[in-house]
């Protein structure tokens, strides 16, 4: 996918002057629905975009995540785009946006294996489990207020 990335040089592109102006007509025609302008927009941009998200997540695979949500979730939006700041700044927060949400999900969905199986011939202790029987002196209080409530409703 790097290679989709980079000009005929080999090298990354660079925004210049000239190209905040083409963007600034592609948007425009992206905006009267001519998706090959769109299309244009990514190719310009994406290079770009995976580079920052993968300075954030580290991982390829999920910067190539962030990269198509980042034109995904700009594609509607783009409508209401009003030039204020160049297209590439504005991708830039999207793609910083989502780079972040996909690290908040990543931390929340820590994996630990129950039993490590792996061949490395460590002796690694089993992982405890919490026992999910009720604790004994609830049970019996439990089981105590039940037989006084079942004689008082009985007398």
């Known amino acids: 996918m790097v290679g989709q990335f980079r000009n005929r040089s080999g090298k990354p592109r660079v925004a210049s002057f000239r190209d905040s102006a083409a963007d600034e007509e592609l948007v425009a025609a992206t905006k009267r629905g001519d998706e090959l302008a769109f299309e244009t927009l990514v190719k310009r ?3 770009k975009i995976f580079v ?3 300075r954030y997540t580290r991982v390829r695979e999920d910067a190539e995540d962030v990269v198509q949500q980042t034109f995904q979730k700009a594609f509607v939006p783009l409508q209401r785009f009003e030039g204020k700041s160049a297209l590439s700044t504005w991708l830039t927060r999207v793609a910083i946006n989502n780079a972040l949400i996909l690290l908040r999900k990543r931390r929340t969905r820590r994996e630990v294996p129950i039993d490590d199986s792996s061949s490395s011939g460590e002796n690694t202790p089993a992982l405890e489990l919490a026992d999910a ?3 004994p002196e609830v049970s019996c209080f439990q089981t105590e207020g039940a037989r006084i409530l079942s ?3 009985v007398a």
């Open 52 to 54: 920052l998200a993968l």
């Open 151 to 153: 004689s008082a409703i």
């Open 45 to 47: 941009h994406e290079y």
């Open 133 to 135: 029987r009720p604790d």
